[in-house]
Structures are given as structure tokens and as C-alpha cells.
């Protein structure tokens, strides 16, 4: 009985070594699609994962911009005409106190041309390329400085070069969750 096990092995390893032979290539492909589908399916988990983060982004800069609303209820040109007064009401659902963080464009007509400019804060009153929250303007009482809801405050900018007489102009005001607005206006 021994001796019929180990014939009855020898035969089967020498059928199976004659088979393998044939299934090694075919082994080697299949391991080698089964590598390149992982690899696929971890690119694709990874591809996933960066729409969702931008999806999440996405969903969160909307809701800040819905969150934030601002009128700009008028803009004035005084004399000279370089200078700006913006009157701003907060209708949104939060206060504005980070004016460092507003961006403010005003885009104008001058003797060269169309001008585009990016005013820069200050704390100081505004002068050339330069933009301030006025002292006393506006309804900002309660907490000045800082924009509450419902109440409204002049801005004062100046102008880096003299727009032309008779010109339109647009304020575009920006604020830190990316909601963005604008105005039109005409200069004097």
C-alpha cells in the first residue's frame, strides 16, 4: 500500500509538473493584472478623496459666501475727484472686523486709459492707492470700527491716478470668505 502511494504520487507530481509548465505564464499574466488593478483601484480611492476635499471646499466657500453680504449702497466721488467715499451696509449673517482681509478694486477711467486698481489698507486716512474705514461714518456705533449687522460705514479711498470727468467707475469689494460685490458709479 505504501508503494502504490508513492507510484500514485509520482505520477500525479509528474502530471501536475507537466501542466505547471503551460500555467506558469498564465500564472505570471494573471498576477500581474491582479498588481495593476490594485494599483488602478488605489489611484481611483485617491482621485475620489481629493473630489470629495474639493466638494467640501467647495460646499464651505458657499456657505461663507452666504453667510456674508454687504450693500454697497453708494459710492460718492468728492473733490478731487481721486477721492472716494463707499458707504457699506452689512446684511449678512456676521460682523466684519477683519479689514485687513477686504480687498477693494476700483476699476476707472483716466486720460491713459482704463485703470485697475487694488487699493491697499491702511489704518491711517486714506491717501494715494489707499483705502480706510472713515472715522464717525455711517450708523457704526455700537463697536466701531467692526461692521455689526444692519449697521453701515463709510469707507474712504483715494485713487492713485485722476479719473476722467464725466467717466463711469465700479467698485468691487471683496471679503474674506470670498464673497464678492460691486457698484457702479459715475465721476463728476
Known amino acids: 500500500m505504501v508503494g502504490e502511494s ?25 498576477s500581474i493584472l491582479l498588481v495593476a488593478l490594485a494599483l488602478m483601484g488605489r489611484g481611483a480611492i485617491d482621485t475620489n478623496a481629493r473630489l470629495y476635499r474639493s466638494q467640501v471646499l467647495q460646499a464651505t466657500s458657499a456657505l461663507d459666501a452666504a453667510r456674508d453680504s454687504v450693500d454697497i449702497e453708494s459710492v460718492t466721488p468728492g473733490s478731487p475727484a481721486e477721492d472716494l467715499t463707499i458707504l457699506l451696509r452689512n446684511d449678512g449673517k456676521r460682523d466684519i472686523a477683519n479689514w485687513m482681509s477686504v480687498d477693494l478694486i476700483v476699476i476707472y477711467a483716466t486720460a491713459a486709459g482704463t485703470a485697475t486698481e487694488l487699493m491697499a489698507h491702511t489704518d491711517n486716512p486714506a491717501g494715494p492707492g489707499t483705502w480706510a474705514p472713515a472715522a464717525g461714518g ?22 492713485s491716478n485722476r479719473p476722467q470727468s464725466g467717466s463711469n467707475g465700479r467698485v468691487i ?16
Do not use: K, M, W
Request: aromatic share 12%; glycine share 10%.
Open 6 to 30: 508513492l507510484i500514485g504520487c509520482r505520477l500525479l507530481r509528474s502530471d501536475n509538473s507537466r501542466n505547471v509548465s503551460g500555467l506558469l505564464p498564465q500564472v505570471f499574466f494573471v
Open 138 to 159: 455711517g450708523s457704526d456705533l455700537y463697536e466701531p470700527g467692526i461692521l455689526n449687522l444692519d449697521e453701515t460705514i463709510e469707507l474712504r479711498a483715494y485713487l
Open 173 to 188: 469689494l471683496t471679503l474674506d470668505g470670498g464673497a464678492t460685490f460691486s457698484h457702479a458709479f459715475t465721476f463728476p
